[in-house]
């Protein structure tokens, strides 16, 4: 079946530095990809929206700045978080659409920012 | 727009008892709906998805999910739960013509007791 990779699992980072986080579709082509966040015991929102070839799509209240999102072939789609501060801490998850209509997610990413 | 909501933060069962997740949705039109679960520091897994056809659907880890469209739900049930199944359990819903991933439910956490 359809497999999407995220890596890294963990990172741990100083705050002021960027972390980029990988999202691979590994047998199947995603056009589209999508970034959440969870923070704990909560449920995932919706931070972007990722299209190869184009301009990612941002939710209302993220920071196109702050989490930059490339999609620059048909299996790789990244987040970068600029400039991380403690407050960006979180476990980041990506997803891809595998027709006719399921999602399949990466593992995730916890970030801490000391 | 489209929501889903899961009523209860938490649902507790005892080992070799059925259990039952409760999912209701909102959609301007027919909805496509699913049911994800999620480890501790892990990504979401699929569980099984409603596109059309038969209202019982049957998913992995012997999960079940009855769609009822006058009820707009989309319960998830197992007959005989595991210790193994305690975890959070997310429903999501999708409109096929709406471009945006799914909107998720706030999670249920199901704890499966010896």
């Known amino acids: 079946g359809a497999v999407v990779s995220q890596h890294p699992s963990w990172v741990i980072c100083k705050s002021g530095t960027s972390v980029k986080i990988e999202c691979r579709s590994l047998?199947?082509?995603?056009?589209?990809m999508f970034w959440y966040r969870q923070f704990p015991k909560q449920s995932l929102m919706l931070m972007a929206t990722?299209?190869?070839?184009?301009?990612?799509?941002?939710e209302q209240g993220v920071e196109k700045d702050k989490f930059l999102i490339n999609h620059a072939s048909l299996t790789l789609s990244t987040l970068t978080v600029t400039s991380a501060h403690p407050e960006d801490s979180s476990f980041y998850i990506c997803?891809?659409?595998?027709?006719?209509?399921?999602?399949?997610f990466g593992s995730g990413t916890q970030l801490s920012v000391l | 727009a489209q929501s889903v909501a899961q009523p209860e933060d938490q649902v507790n069962v005892a080992e070799g008892n059925p259990l039952t997740v409760k999912c209701t949705y909102s959609?301007?039109?027919?909805?496509?709906l699913f049911w994800y679960v999620q480890y501790p520091n892990r990504g979401l897994q699929f569980l099984l998805k409603?596109?059309?056809?038969?209202?019982l659907v049957k998913g992995s880890y012997g999960f079940e999910a009855e769609f009822n469209k006058s009820q707009t739900s989309f319960h998830l049930k197992k007959p005989s739960a595991l210790v193994s199944d305690s975890a959070l359990y997310f429903c999501?819903?999708?409109?096929?013509?709406?471009?945006?991933?799914?909107?998720f439910g706030a999670g249920t956490r199901l704890t499966v007791k010896p």
């Open positions: 997803s891809a659409r595998v027709p006719p209509g399921q999602a399949e």
């Open positions: 047998d199947f082509q995603a056009t589209t």
């Open positions: 990722s299209n190869e070839g184009s301009k990612a799509t941002y």
């Open positions: 959609v301007s039109g027919n909805p496509y």
């Open positions: 409603y596109i059309t056809g038969d209202n």
């Open positions: 999501a819903v999708r409109v096929p013509y709406n471009n945006n991933d799914m909107r």
